[in-house]
């Protein structure tokens, strides 16, 4: 073996041996421990995860994907069938953080919990309430000035007759529709911390918000996230006389 090819194949195997993998660009990054654990936690607390795309390029706007002029770039499952890829099983997970040592992570909704998904400042408004309230409130995680409520599940009936769907109801293709409150249930998905956004946000849970609380019901706090969108949303009308 020529010297330049035994020198370039000792410098990877370094890089491999002190927990460096190469992105898609062939950039090097080092495997953050700190997100494996997060990871873990979320999926030994019940919350099926599986691999997701993940910001790339030197401006990090690109999408690990191989899809040209990705719609979502580094926020969607890997696979078309994230659906049943989610797992909680500890061997997989530890098979993913080995094997994509870059990638974001979603959770599927509908199954095991669901995700009642408002902008930030409105969570802020619930959360202050539900504290002076003393009412139960699971995991919330925040980012890209949104937050993320955590619930129990509506979906997870054997008999398909007792499944009520919701005008609120959003799925990946549907956000700009649900601009205010979005009900992550059936068919949809959320980022998990630490998934990076494009923009460089990271996915994070609130301080002592993390995987490990109880899910409530989700109807408990639907009200409360209710009004306060109502709160920090303006009112039609206001809002077509601010546009003339």
């Given at each position: 073996?020529?010297?330049?090819k035994?020198s370039?194949l000792?410098?990877w195997l370094?890089?491999?041996?002190?927990?460096?993998?190469?992105?898609a660009d062939?950039?090097?990054?080092v495997?953050?421990l700190r997100?494996?654990?997060?990871?873990?936690?979320?999926a030994?607390?019940?919350l099926p995860?599986?691999?997701?795309?993940?910001?790339?390029g030197?401006?990090?706007?690109r999408?690990?994907?191989?899809?040209?002029?990705?719609?979502t770039?580094?926020t969607?499952?890997?696979?078309?069938?994230w659906q049943?890829?989610?797992?909680?099983?500890?061997?997989?997970?530890?098979t993913?953080l080995?094997t994509?040592?870059?990638?974001?992570?979603i959770?599927?909704?509908?199954?095991?919990h669901?995700?009642?998904?408002v902008?930030a400042?409105a969570?802020?408004?619930?959360l202050?309430?539900?504290?002076?309230?003393g009412?139960?409130?699971?995991?919330?995680?925040?980012?890209?000035?949104?937050?993320?409520?955590?619930t129990?599940?509506r979906?997870?009936?054997?008999?398909?007759?007792?499944w009520?769907?919701?005008?609120?109801d959003?799925h990946p293709?549907?956000l700009?529709?649900?601009p205010g409150?979005?009900?992550?249930?059936?068919g949809s998905y959320?980022?998990?911390p630490?998934?990076?956004?494009p923009?460089?946000a990271?996915?994070?849970?609130?301080a002592?918000?993390?995987?490990?609380?109880?899910?409530?019901d989700p109807?408990?706090?639907?009200?409360v996230?209710?009004?306060a969108?109502?709160?920090?949303?303006?009112e039609?009308e206001?809002?077509?006389?601010?546009?003339?």
């Open positions: 073996m020529a010297a330049g035994s370039r000792s410098d370094r890089r491999r041996s002190a927990g460096q993998d190469l992105d062939g950039a090097a990054g495997r953050d997100r494996d654990d997060l990871l873990r936690g979320a030994e607390a019940g995860i599986a691999p997701a795309a993940h910001p790339s030197v401006s990090g706007f999408c690990s994907c191989d899809r040209i002029g990705c719609p770039p580094g969607h499952p890997v696979s078309f069938a049943t890829q989610a797992s909680t099983d500890p061997q997989q997970i530890e993913w080995r994509q040592p870059l990638a974001n992570f959770t599927a909704t509908g199954n095991t669901d995700v009642l998904d902008p400042e969570g802020r408004i619930a202050a309430r539900l504290a002076a309230e009412a139960a409130v699971g995991p919330v995680a925040t980012s890209e000035g949104r937050m993320f409520f955590f129990a599940t979906a997870a009936t054997a008999d398909e007759d007792e009520w769907p919701c005008e609120l959003c293709e549907t700009d529709e649900h409150l979005r009900w992550h249930c059936r959320v980022l998990v630490p998934s990076r956004h923009s460089g990271v996915v994070e849970w609130l002592g918000r993390g995987p490990g609380r109880g899910l409530p109807l408990t706090l639907l009200e996230l209710t009004d969108c109502a709160q920090v949303e303006p039609p206001a809002a077509a006389g601010w546009l003339l």
